[in-house]
């Protein structure tokens, strides 16, 4: 029996099958598993959710996915599985074909990016705590910027002049002088179920979300035949664990 006062957590992790800049992406095998397989382990072992369930629309990936322990009911339709599908899209069908089956509401729907396996299971928990804290529509990880907006980004005017991206009162000398600014590094979104499955939300910035700070290495995303290479040898040098 379903305790319908329970907060119900769903994670999700997205996996289409195309994938244009490395073929078979998210299955491809990194330090001897599936590059997927890093992100569903972290899930079951953070065991927070009800449910881990991947959408996919690859009959091979989904097949991975089962063996490393996600559910996978249902597959994709083709129409959110194109280069355009929007990731908010694909969530949304995920949660509600979720609670159909089930017959219950997840009220927290965590998501947890494949490419971005460079995560602790602390991470994902810490991510939760700040959500239950702040009662937010969305928090999203962040990582200290490499460069910053008040010091050294520029964009070009219509003279293609090149000026700062943001100006203050005072000229800021020292980058250690700007206001901190961070990266989204796309690998744990947690979700406000109302305001994801909002049919008029487009984005997880919300005017109520909140960043988890993530340490620097959980910058690396994983999306190209180098980055394959690079975190391998990070991994080999001990750098960073998976």
Request: overall charge negative; some cysteine.
């Amino acid at each position: 029996m379903i305790n319908p006062d329970k907060e119900r957590i769903l994670l999700t992790v997205a996996a289409r099958g195309g994938s244009k800049g490395v073929k078979n992406k998210n299955i491809r095998m990194l330090c001897g598993a599936p590059l997927i397989a890093y992100t569903i382990i972290q899930a079951k072992k953070w065991g927070r959710a009800e449910r881990i369930v991947c959408s996919t629309d690859s009959d091979e990936i989904a097949s991975i996915a089962r063996q490393y322990g996600a559910d996978v009911p249902f597959m994709r339709p083709p129409e959110l599985a194109t280069d355009e599908s929007g990731k908010l899209e694909v969530l949304r069908h995920a949660v509600k074909t979720v609670e159909r089956e089930d017959g219950a509401v997840y009220s927290i729907i965590v998501d947890l990016d494949v490419t971005a396996p460079v995560r602790k299971i602390s991470d994902i928990e810490r991510a939760l705590q700040l959500f239950q804290e702040k009662r937010p529509k969305t928090i999203f990880s962040v990582v200290p910027s490499r460069k910053n907006p008040y010091f050294n980004m520029v964009e070009l005017d219509d003279e293609n002049r090149a000026v700062l991206v943001k100006v203050l009162d005072s000229m800021v000398m020292r980058r250690q002088d700007a206001p901190r600014v961070y990266d989204m590094n796309a690998s744990i979104y947690v979700y406000n179920r109302d305001y994801l499955l909002d049919e008029s939300t487009q984005s997880a910035i919300s005017d109520r979300s909140f960043a988890f700070v993530m340490d620097e290495l959980s910058a690396f995303d994983i999306d190209s035949e180098l980055d394959f290479q690079f975190i391998e040898f990070l991994v080999s040098k001990g750098v960073v664990t998976l």
